[in-house]
């Protein structure tokens, strides 16, 4: 059974930084895709940012030169470094993995910005 495990959320200031971190109980080599998705109170949950196992990635344009998705393959962890983050970035942000025949999401971090 996978498990996803994200870490890291706090409450900080608008302009701030934060690095999520979800750490998986198995080598994600085994994954084809990584993403980061959020969900703001009242709203549906929306993608964020996605690494393929070749290391691409891909960021939604309202996140896109602010925040960073990489991959420690020997930690078997993902991370999401959040530069410059706004009010609208608050939301409890959720690791999902992806393989054939499979398909994985954490329990999620919340992530509040507010002064």
């Known amino acids: 059974q996978v498990q996803l495990v994200e870490s890291g959320g706090d409450l900080v200031q608008p302009g701030g930084s934060l690095r999520l971190s979800c750490a998986a109980s198995?080598?994600?080599?085994?994954?084809?895709?990584m993403y980061w998705y959020r969900q703001a109170p009242g709203k549906e949950r929306e993608w964020v940012a996605i690494?393929?196992?070749?290391?691409?990635?891909v960021y939604a344009e309202s996140v896109k030169g602010r925040f960073t998705i990489s991959r420690d393959n020997a930690k078997n962890t993902v991370y999401l470094q959040m530069n410059s983050l706004k009010v609208e970035d608050t939301a409890v942000y959720y690791c999902?993995?992806?393989?054939?025949?499979?398909?994985?999401w954490g329990q999620g971090t919340q992530v509040t910005v507010s002064s």
């Open positions: 999902r993995a992806t393989e054939i025949g499979g398909n994985y």
């Open positions: 198995g080598n994600i080599f085994r994954f084809e895709h």
């Open positions: 690494i393929t196992g070749h290391g691409l990635t």
